[in-house]
């Protein structure tokens, strides 16, 4: 018996035979003093898992030490998508760089949005108008459910269910094409500007998400019913990463992960945004912490999202969407065009930014994945001199090695799924 | 103004230094060499009770004059409170400040990520390498003043130097000492990083395509 080692496996083929067939290349390095096999059950394996592959979501890269199928030690690589969007925030106004957070979380792009013009608003001083509340908090919540509907189609599939991801995904075409009819687009949407929104919701809109809300929780319940007591799929989930209260807050967990630990801590309810006091909704926690509880605490989430989605239409008021203010939000653009005073401010605008005051603000929303902040300082110009995104997928998936090392292989792909991760967030 | 800034400044005196308020929140400025024991005793003591590292990043004003900060984001998960700790340090001394991962395992990567954008080391940090950019990457720390947006490298040099990289470029030390517990490792791999080659970029030459 020789001591435990590692040898790396080389599964590539290095050419085919004289009679065409693929080059056999021996399990493990051969021994450079003979031919002799290695002793698999002393070894220990070094797996290259990404940063192309469908089960890490992106570019993520894991290189593992395996024990046969145990997971002895899991070593995380990012940044292959890294774009550099806090240095590029630097160079840019603040309406400028809404666009950039679109493509951070490209999964939920309006509740970045929302997120990035509010830590503006706040470090500027701004007080936005009600209409632009609650329409804001229209915008949150479709994200959250968007968000959530991935996770959940894409964790299925990982775990050897397909059927949910048809399902789900059909839901969250739905809420694309009020995104779209809202925004004119799919991804980078833009939606808001530092004081106000990019536009108004359009003719049929509130009808359109009435409908959404009615339908979309039947659609949950039935999806629902196919997972939640479904042996194979408890058998893949309880128990599975499972992190401690304790744990999960010394990590920095936060959103449903830290809330399937058993942490009600909300960013909604706790440090309340957009008048969030004042809707009637649940924070739903977990007990354990494991793959199971982060299913549960999801799919009541977006259970809640709905409820919070039809408090906001029936309260919707009318109103300026803007606030009144030439000169933080653009005139429009018949007066740019024969106004002369209406022409200034638009030029000083474009040309000049808004500048916000000396000082620093640390703002965040719980978005989809979970406490999504933005940290600006600002030296009185109108580009701010430091932005900082707090990404929650950055450090809920710096705990992967803690939840994965010991479990099987298979069941460290379940892990990283229920962590729901988001490449453009982690590599910014 | 944060009320636990009193009961800081009596425990500790002169280590903590000037306190302000923007946009309703806190900030509070700590010596570099107390850090650590200033965020244990925030973190530790009964009635502060700062539990959750929310952020851990860094600022580089425009200002060349001005000391770069390390800015520590707190929250009290039971108090519902939050504290802002920075930390200045000044250009001319070394960049270098006690690594807060022995109070929060959050700490790990954010710091890894400081290092590798601003270049500020921490001590005692297990594990510190570049987080974001590639462990050989040679250009410096991109989120420094001094760099320029568009990077020090033409593209088509990035290119060059990115073929031209060492497969073990793209492993850990510690992945590859996994590999090299016995003989896995290729003998001229072994022979390159007995040299101390790995991370070596080659001189850069001047290209016309660009």
Known sequence: ???????????ATSGVDAAGHPTRIPLGVTDPSGS?????DAEHMLLNVGPQHPATHGVLRLVVELDGEVVKRVVPHIGYLHSGFEKLGEYRHYNQIIPLTDRTDYLAPMANNVGLAMAAEQL?????????????VIACELSRIISHLVWFGTTAIDIGAFTPFLWTFQEREKVYNLQEAWTGARLTTSLTRVGGMMADIPEGFEGELRAFCAFFPSVLDEVDRLLMRNAIWIGRTQGIGPMTAEEAINYGLSGPMLRASGVAYDVRKDRPYLDYETYDFDVPIGEHGDVYDRYLVRMEEMRQSVRILEQAVARLPDGPLNVDDPRVILPPKTAAMSDMEAMIFHFKQVMEGVPAPVGEVYFSIENGKGELGYYFVSDGTAKP???????????????????????????????????????GEIDR | ???????????????VGRASVSCGQTIVYVHRDRVRD???????????????????????????????????QLRSLTRNAELRVKVELGKAEPLTVDSVMPLWQAA??????????FGIRFQDHPDLRRLLMWETYAEGYPLRKDFPLRGRFSRSEQVRQALAANPEAHYSMEELSIAETQYSLPAEMRERLERGQRGQIPEPVESSDD
């Open chain 1, 36 to 40: 002799r096999e290695p002793d698999l």
């Open chain 1, 1 to 11: 018996m020789t001591e435990p080692r590692t040898v790396e496996l080389d599964l």
């Open chain 1, 124 to 136: 500027m001083g701004i007080e936005i108008t009600e209409r632009c509340k609650v329409l804001r």
């Open chain 2, 1 to 15: 103004m944060n009320p636990s800034i009193e009961p800081l400044r009596r425990e500790f005196g002169d280590s």
């Open chain 2, 38 to 72: 200033i965020l244990r005793w925030l973190k530790e003591t009964p009635g502060e009770d700062y539990d959750f590292l929310v952020d851990l990043t860094a600022v580089e004003y425009r200002d060349a004059e001005r000391p770069l900060e390390v800015v520590y």
């Open chain 1, 385 to 423: 001199v430091r932005w900082r995104i707090r990404p929650p997928s950055l450090l809920n998936v710096a705990a992967l090695p803690k939840m994965a090392e010991g479990h099987l292989f298979a069941d460290m792909i379940a892990i990283n799924a229920s962590i729901d991760i988001v490449m």
């Open chain 2, 108 to 117: 790990n990567w954010l710091e890894r990520e400081v290092y590798d954008m």
